[in-house]
């Protein structure tokens, strides 16, 4: 007599397709093509900020204080630019390691289909990110050369739950901060169209990043839950360390040399950040991603 019982392996799969249909439902009802929504003709108004002034990483500062109104403009348009620029780097990684994360996979499979909408939807975002810096009227940010060889090497050989934490570790950071400057009416309104359609539809991408992480994590030993844990820290160190190019500074005419002092500094921007993240850290603390290796990049990059 055939047995009724249905495998725990079959209902987990049954419940991630469930997932990745309700995904792929919000994204044909709820997508957005940059080409059209947002405003590439309107010339830039450089009486806006290109992010909201108290994400500066000056903001709070002695420097910040002296620099007049348009200064802070300029600063806060070129740092825009620097976080789209990294932004486009990461999703460049993330495009790689979800297409071999589904390479000859079963195409029929809804999470399959959802990881190509995915990067279809990344695609979209860095040309949108390129095209907003180009407007902000900024040059192309590049994390340094080692960093950007990490990345390389990151996009190559991390996979499971390593690659996706560190997606959505990449995600959430910047959704927080963009979440503040898309309701911002001192930022430039195209910066706001470009933040809202990237907080939309990047809240499907870590759904899925969370789901899959969990997913992956299930039933890992130790040693590989501290070696993925160490991976995604370091990943997620040089992530955000990144988001704010040196070079922004003499880009807006200011003084570098104090500016990156200053900046390096700057307890306001730390707090910032780290109440930001409180959220992530939870998932990451729930997901036992917070050994004491991992803490430490952690709170070099003033995530927690």
């Known amino acids: 007599m055939a047995s009724s ?5 079959d209902q ?5 397709q469930d997932v990745a249909r309700r995904l792929l439902d919000s994204s044909a009802k709820l997508s957005y093509d940059p080409a059209t929504e947002v405003d590439w003709n309107t010339p830039l108004d450089t009486d806006h900020h290109g992010a909201s002034p108290e994400w500066s990483t000056l903001y709070g500062t002695a420097y910040w204080g002296e620099l007049t109104d348009a200064q802070r403009k ?7 630019a620097s976080v789209a620029s990294t932004g486009i780097w990461f999703e460049m990684i993330l495009q790689q390691m979800v297409l071999r994360d589904m390479y000859a996979k079963d195409p029929t499979d809804p999470r399959f289909q959802w990881a190509l909408t995915e990067v279809a939807d ?3 975002h860095s040309i949108m990110f390129a095209r907003g ?3 902000l009227g900024a040059p192309a940010y590049r994390p340094r050369r080692p960093v950007l060889e990490l990345g390389r090497a990151f996009k190559t050989l991390a996979f499971g739950e390593a690659a996706y934490a560190a997606i959505l570790v990449a995600e ?3 959704d927080v901060m963009q979440r503040d400057w898309m309701r911002d009416e ?3 309104p195209f910066v706001r169209t470009i933040n809202n359609i990237h ?4 809240s499907r991408h870590m759904k899925f990043a969370r789901d899959e992480t969990r997913k992956r994590l299930r039933g890992a030993g130790p040693v590989r839950r501290h070696l993925n844990a160490l991976v995604v820290a370091v990943a997620s160190y040089y992530i955000v360390t990144s988001m704010v190019n040196r070079d922004v500074y003499a880009n807006a005419g200011l003084d570098a040399a104090r500016a990156i002092a200053e900046a390096k500094t700057n307890e306001h921007h730390k707090s910032l950040m780290r109440s930001s993240c409180s959220g992530l850290m939870e998932f990451l603390a729930s997901a036992r991603l917070l050994t004491k290796p991992a803490l430490f990049f952690y709170k070099r990059a003033d995530l927690i």
Do not use: G, H, I, M
């Open 133 to 135: 810096a180009a407007k």
């Open 186 to 188: 001192r930022v430039a």
């Open 199 to 202: 907080v939309v539809e990047e």
């Open 12 to 16: 987990d799969r049954a419940a991630e």
């Open 172 to 174: 959430e950071v910047l």
């Open 74 to 80: 300029a600063l806060t348009r070129q740092e825009a």
């Open 5 to 9: 019982t249905v495998r725990p392996e």
């Open 122 to 124: 990344e695609c979209r």
